[in-house]
């Protein structure tokens, strides 16, 4: 391979970005994220062209894949790619990921240390808008399966690889799409991975060692619509509660009445996975959490960073009243979001939160978010498959199986896979996961890079 001067350096990576072909995995990341497939909730705002772009981008920048794979567009803007085994006995496995992505707060474009969609590639890290969800694992997944068809490797297992558009807002358009689509081809999958888990660097409990955490089960997702109703008219004659203060009691009592904290099946797994790693005192606490686990749900729950793995979470996200500053209004509504463990109902959070707000003025209603995904198995399957490729990637890290805290698009999917992972091989530190959907999101070069030899080795050992 020819040297090149340094100064020449800008000058290649711009020919190669002029001719559609960019110089690495990490340039052709930066290029992903400049499309801005955003998904918005009044989805009169997105703008579909972008996606569509988008996929011309994918089918420039790996060839191979979508001349080899059976390629599907599904419902206009989702992906379903096929990867036919040729033993057609074992069943196939499933690998999913999202190419939307959120939009960035109005006003805080400032605070980036590069514009969100610039996708630029600078000091060792790749800036912008879905660079950690999930533009990494989209471009990740498509850059392993083309290094090995140029590689000539064939699957015993067929493959099936589904990118939906709409993640961000449910994935009722994409993965549900996608989900009836596999139906109709009558596929049935042993396991399947999307997005969530990940390698941390720097956990307070693994001194010197990188824990890579599987999640084998995630939280449920409820938002309840709070109202108040009442009297309303002129400002000058105020009644004597309003809607707005009626309403706010209600929060103001629902935030001061969190769920009591306990450790769930995946919480106690992770942590008797990690035994064996830690030192005393903490071993014999994660060794005999069959007394222990009130006190570590307890301490959990102290800290905001680890309550949501110990607690069916409360976040008070919206509040909608009135129409002018001289008018008392005579309706205040109010949505409150809710992530649930594992084994808390939707119908156990409503009666718990009407108990709290104790006011027959307020009501409370939901939309039902079906179909919550279970716990998958560890012992065996596709989890040993991803710690295989993990330890193959990262020898030294310890491979624990965790919960994911937020939602994914697996609930579209639970009726055909037996199992359901999440987990995109990105190392990172705890302090980064902040900008996931906020400010300053990044992912490393190196990191990035690492990610898409996990997604290989995955494929490969899935394959078999």
Same mark, same amino acid.
């Given at each position: ?6 100064n020449?350096?800008p000058?290649?990576l711009?020919?190669c970005?002029?001719?559609g072909v ?5 340039e ?9 497939t955003?998904s918005y909730?009044?989805?009169g ?7 569509e772009a988008f ?16 390629v599907e567009?599904?419902n206009?803007y ?5 990867w036919?085994?040729?033993?057609a006995a074992?069943?196939p496995?499933?690998?999913t990921?999202h190419?939307d992505v959120?939009p960035? +707060?109005?006003?805080?474009?400032? #605070? !980036?240390q590069?514009?969100?969609?610039a996708g630029? *590639?600078?000091d060792?890290? /790749?800036?912008g808008?879905g ?6 694992g989209?471009?990740?997944?498509l ?17 099936v690889f589904?990118?939906g558009?709409?993640e961000?807002?449910g ?12 139906r +109709?081809?009558g596929?049935?999958f #042993? !396991?399947m991975?999307?997005e969530?888990?990940?390698l *941390?660097?720097d956990?307070? /409990?693994l001194?010197?060692?990188?824990m890579?955490?599987?999640n084998?089960?995630e939280?449920?997702y409820?938002?309840?619509i ?9 400002s000058s004659n ?9 309403l706010?009691?209600a ?6 009445k969190?769920?009591?904290?306990q ?9 008797e996975?990690l035994?064996?790693?830690v030192?005393?005192p903490?071993? /014999? ?5 069959w ?13 905001r ?5 110990v ?6 996200t919206?509040?909608n ?7 008392v209004?005579?309706?205040?509504e109010?949505r ?8 808390d109902?939707?119908?156990m959070?409503?009666?718990y939160?009407?108990e709290?707000v104790d006011d027959?003025?307020?009501?409370v209603?939901?939309?039902?978010w079906d179909n919550?995904?279970?716990v998958a198995d560890?012992?065996?399957?596709g989890f ?7 330890e193959?990637?990262y020898?030294?890290?310890?491979v ?9 698009d697996t609930?579209?999917?639970v ?5 359901q992972?999440r987990?995109?091989g990105?190392e990172?530190?705890?302090s ?6 906020g400010?300053?999101e ?6 990035y ?5 996990i997604a290989?080795?995955?494929?490969e050992l899935?394959?078999?």
């Amino acid at each position: 391979m020819p040297r090149y001067s340094r100064n020449c350096l800008p000058v290649i990576l711009l020919a190669c970005w002029v001719c559609g072909v960019a110089a690495s995995p990490a340039e052709r990341l930066g290029e992903a994220v400049r499309f801005q497939t955003i998904s918005y909730q009044d989805t009169g705002q997105i703008v579909y062209t972008r996606f569509e772009a988008f996929q011309r981008y994918l089918r420039d920048s790996f060839p191979l894949v979508f001349s080899k794979l059976e390629v599907e567009t599904v419902n206009e803007y989702s992906l379903l790619l096929r990867w036919t085994g040729s033993n057609a006995a074992l069943a196939p496995v499933l690998f999913t990921a999202h190419m939307d992505v959120v939009p960035v +707060e109005p006003g805080t474009e400032k #605070d !980036w240390q590069h514009p969100p969609f610039a996708g630029v *590639v600078a000091d060792g890290r /790749i800036y912008g808008r879905g660079t950690l969800d999930d533009k990494v694992g989209v471009m990740g997944l498509l850059e392993a399966i083309e290094q090995l068809l140029a590689d000539g490797f064939s699957p015993q297992r067929t493959l099936v690889f589904a990118f939906g558009h709409d993640e961000e807002i449910g994935g009722t358009s994409g993965a549900a799409a996608l989900a009836a689509r596999m139906r +109709e081809l009558g596929l049935h999958f #042993d !396991w399947m991975v999307d997005e969530g888990g990940m390698l *941390v660097s720097d956990n307070p /409990i693994l001194q010197d060692k990188t824990m890579a955490m599987v999640n084998i089960a995630e939280k449920g997702y409820l938002t309840l619509i709070l109202e108040a109703t009442g009297e309303g008219g002129h400002s000058s004659n105020p009644p004597e509660v309003s809607t707005i203060g009626r309403l706010s009691n209600a929060l103001a009592r629902i935030e001061a009445k969190p769920f009591p904290p306990q450790l769930t099946g995946p919480v106690v797994a992770m942590f008797e996975a990690l035994a064996p790693h830690v030192g005393q005192p903490q071993r /014999i606490v994660f060794e005999n959490l069959w007394i222990t686990d009130g006190l570590v749900a307890r301490m959990m729950a102290g800290e905001r960073s680890t309550t949501p793995f110990v607690r069916t979470t409360t976040a008070l996200t919206m509040f909608n009243a009135g129409v002018k500053e001289n008018v008392v209004p005579q309706r205040a509504e109010a949505r409150v979001n809710f992530r649930l463990l594992p084994g808390d109902s939707p119908d156990m959070v409503v009666d718990y939160i009407t108990e709290v707000v104790d006011d027959p003025l307020v009501n409370v209603r939901y939309e039902e978010w079906d179909n919550l995904p279970g716990v998958a198995d560890y012992g065996s399957g596709g989890f040993l498959v991803i710690k295989s490729a993990v330890e193959s990637v990262y020898p030294d890290a310890v491979v624990v199986p965790s919960l994911l805290t937020a939602t994914t698009d697996t609930r579209h999917y639970v009726d055909l896979v037996d199992n359901q992972y999440r987990f995109h091989g990105v190392e990172m530190a705890t302090s980064q996961a902040t900008s996931i959907h906020g400010t300053d999101e990044y992912v490393g070069v190196a990191s990035y890079e690492k990610s898409i030899d996990i997604a290989r080795k995955m494929i490969e050992l899935a394959a078999r």
